[in-house]
Every structure is written in C-alpha cells, then in structure tokens.
C-alpha cells in the first residue's frame, strides 16, 4: 500500500510539473502577442529560389538574448524546416508549425553562432538571421543539414543592393560573443 501511495504522489508531483510549465509557456505566449506581431506569411508569389537549405529550425529569440525564447503564434516550436532564400525574402517552411516570412528589407545581420534558445553547439553551426518583426528586432535559428551552405547564405543576404543586411553592410545591432567567423563566414 505504501508503495502505491509513493507512486501516485510520484505520478500527481509530475502532472503538477507539467501544468505549471503549460501555464508558463502560455503566459509568455500571451505577454509577447502584444510586444511581437504576427510573422509575415509566404507570398503567393515569391519569385524564384536563389538557394535553398533543409535542416532545423532551432527557434526564434528577441536579438541580443539567445535565451529570450519568442513563443508566440507557433514561433517557439522547434521543427524540421526548409529555408528559401527568393528576391524579397526568405521563406522559412517548418513541417507541423506556422510557416513565415523574413522579408529581405527586414533583415539586419546574419551571423554564424554556437547558441540561440534550445540549442547550443561546440562549433557555430547554426545560422542566426536577425531582422525586425515591427518594432521588434529577433534572431532566428537555424540548423542546416549542409554548413557549407551557410557562407552562400551570409553572402546573399548582405551582398549590397540586395536590401538585407545592416546599414554599411555590418553586423546587426546584436553585439557577438566570441567567435572564429566574422561576418562573411571566414576566419577572423
């Protein structure tokens, strides 16, 4: 008796658990619907694909907080994803989450990075794109299968006239940890 006694107070002490991290998540869900506004949605017509990459994607997090999580409209949903980089934007498409759109004019810095809200990594392997969503500046994530594709990736969204990338074609406003890359993917 004693032992089922143990097992049920085991079994409610977890289900507590587990509801106080929904309630959570979903209190932060409801404080940064007002402070985020909706991603934008995929255009119907995007143009073409200049390049594309598969991987995960990792998260979403306000700039310059990598463990500022934005979990609002399904950003804060860790998936599988395709990135596609097209004229105006990138189009980044999650399988079982909300898909969006960075729009190009948008886009403030890309850097390579070891770390973003869910992941951390010995080596930066992952992709952050940096652009404004409003009035609100965010980091998105990205694991690609393929991390040669990442110095195309910086390429592409800073190359000038291409409307990405910040003024004077230099890191976002997001200071950088320690690093071997700078900005154009190379050794410092």
Known sequence: ????????????????CLWGMWLGWRRKS???SVLVPPFPEI??????????????????TTAGNW???????????????VWRLHPGGVAVERGGAPDFWIPREAVTGVR??????????????LLIITWRA?????????RGDELDDY???????LSPGSGGGAPGGGVG???RHNTDHDIKGGAQ
């Open 1 to 16: 008796m004693d032992r089922v006694l143990l097992t049920l107070g085991i079994v409610v002490f977890f289900l507590l």
């Open 30 to 32: 409801r404080a940064q």
């Open 43 to 60: 255009p119907a017509e995007p143009g073409e694909i200049r390049l594309e990459s598969t991987g995960l994607y990792v998260s979403t």
């Open 67 to 81: 463990q500022d999580r934005v979990v609002t409209r399904g950003a804060g949903l860790r998936s599988g994803a």
């Open 112 to 125: 390579r990075d070891s770390r973003i809200a869910g992941k951390v990594m010995g080596t930066d392997a």
């Open 134 to 142: 409003g009035e609100t500046e965010l980091d998105t994530g990205f």
């Open 151 to 157: 110095p195309l990736w910086i390429a592409q969204l």
């Open 173 to 175: 406003a997001r200071p």
